[in-house]
């Protein structure tokens, strides 16, 4: 009986699988071992699921007593059991020009995204999209993202919609751009606010989806706009916050001229209350040590886009000068311009720029960043992000003989850690033999 097979008896009786089981508890530090009590590592493990919820977590030999008689049970012994992945800034729309010669930051803007997002004016466009992005997620083992939509509002009806016939955890916002954009995608100051506000009211809370307030970055934005998604924020605290941030030295010089106002780049933001507890700014590679202290102070995340800015030439994020100012980093695809939607070819690509740093990436950092470490910087670690009693029941299965070169690797492996970053560094989509979300197996290899 497959795990697809199951699902109707699950839904009736629960259902139990069987596999090595690895989930964290907390950040485990850089070095090479992780710290105390933040690994939970089940080699024969068992993981008792009911009503789309995690109801037990356990070593095989300790659960089966408890067991119901008859409960259904998937055997995926030899495979290893870990929490969803998840994706902290992505593109939806930008699905379909990924792998498009590279250029750097604002002319990959108008040669590519806004011409693309030009598209999703056409819901059937969206809805068709949508539709695919989401099923490439879930077959690189990806269960939540925090995504931006056009700004179109039909790009995001299409979106959540989608996401909520799969019951996914989704955070997504229709972007906000009132200028230095094609006509066909600007919105008007007060008109994209409304917008927002139309789709908060449909989709926010809705199910397992939030709603991420959109502006597309600072140059797209008049002040005022900008200062009306802060009164978003400030009308509703459980609403988040997505946006770009000195990803460019380009960006960051058009900005102090189109702001001359604010003392940099950050500034511009909090001075329209954007920065807090749930906003997280994608890139921040050219930040000073004050803007990360600033950052860390109002609990905001920066999300590391790896193999995105490898391609555009960004620059080379500085992890560690975060880290040592406590300031959260997630870990995000960013397609288009990202390379991949794989969190482990974001992994890969993690651990090369900490390289060329001198700053490296251990499986351990990866692997937490991946689950547990994206699930606190979105706030929503008491939701997804590890395998406990209570969570919702979103894992993957992976694979770690899935290709003959991994196999040949790992079966030379004589840790956990050195499997995990074989697994790390050759693993691709084909290590992905299941993704669940909200206990149903919704992709299988």
């Known amino acids: 009986m497959t795990a697809i097979d199951t699902f109707t008896s699950f839904q009736r009786h629960g259902l139990v699988l069987r596999a090595e089981l690895l989930s964290f508890d907390a950040d485990p530090g850089d070095g090479d071992t992780p710290l105390p009590g933040t690994v939970r590592h089940l080699p024969d493990g068992a993981l008792w699921l009911e009503n789309g919820r995690i109801r037990a977590v356990d070593d095989y030999a300790q659960l089966a007593p408890q067991l119901p008689e008859g409960i259904e049970m998937v055997d995926h012994s030899g495979k290893l059991i870990m929490p969803g992945f998840i994706d902290s800034h992505v593109h939806y729309v930008q699905l379909e020009i990924m792998a498009s010669y590279g250029r750097q930051l604002l002319d990959w803007l108008n040669d590519y995204t806004f ?67 094609p006509e066909a995608l600007t919105d008007d100051t007060f008109g994209g606010i409304h917008d927002s506000e139309r789709l908060i009211a449909d989709w926010h809370g809705k199910g397992r989806l939030g709603y991420s307030v959109t502006p597309r970055f600072a140059p797209t934005s008049t002040r005022a706009q900008l200062d009306a998604a802060g009164g978003l924020l ?12 000195a990803e460019n030295t380009g960006e960051i010089a058009w900005v102090a001229e189109l702001f001359p106002e604010s003392r940099d780049y950050l500034n511009v933001y909090e001075q329209s209350g954007l920065v807090g507890p749930r906003s997280t700014f994608a890139h921040g ?9 600033r950052l860390a102070g109002q609990g ?62 251990t499986a351990w950092q990866g692997f937490y960043a991946l689950t547990l470490g994206n699930a606190r910087a979105l706030s929503l670690d008491g939701h997804i992000g590890r395998l406990a009693e209570g969570m919702e029941a979103d ?13 040949r690797r790992t079966g030379r492996c004589q840790t956990l850690a050195e499997r995990l970053f074989a697994l790390m560094m050759l693993g691709d989509d084909r290590a992905i033999l299941e993704t669940w979300a909200n206990g149903r197996c919704q992709h299988q290899r």
Request: glycine fraction near 8%; hydrophobic fraction near 45%.
């Open 395 to 407: 894992f993957v299965v992976l694979d770690t003989c899935a290709t003959p070169l991994l196999a």
């Open 300 to 361: 905001a995340n920066i999300a590391f886009c790896p193999s995105s800015n490898m391609f555009l030439g960004s620059g080379l994020f500085d992890r560690r000068s975060a880290r040592d100012a406590g300031l959260a980093v997630s870990v995000a695809s960013d397609i288009g311009a990202g390379t991949d939607l794989s969190g482990l070819a974001t992994l890969k690509a993690a651990y090369q720029v900490g390289q060329l740093r001198g700053e490296a990436l």
């Open 115 to 181: 011409p693309e997002e030009c598209r999703f004016a056409e819901r059937e466009h969206a809805e068709t999209i949508a539709d695919a992005f989401l099923e490439e997620l879930l077959r690189v083992g990806t269960t939540t993202a925090q995504v931006f939509g056009s700004s179109h509002p039909q790009s995001m009806q299409a979106f959540f919609a989608a996401s909520q016939r799969r019951e996914l955890r989704m955070l997504a916002g229709k972007v906000l751009m009132n200028r230095h954009a």
């Open 285 to 293: 590679i050219h930040l000073d040590d004050g803007m990360r202290a």
């Open 234 to 245: 400030r009308s509703d605290p459980s609403l988040w916050l997505q946006t770009h941030l």
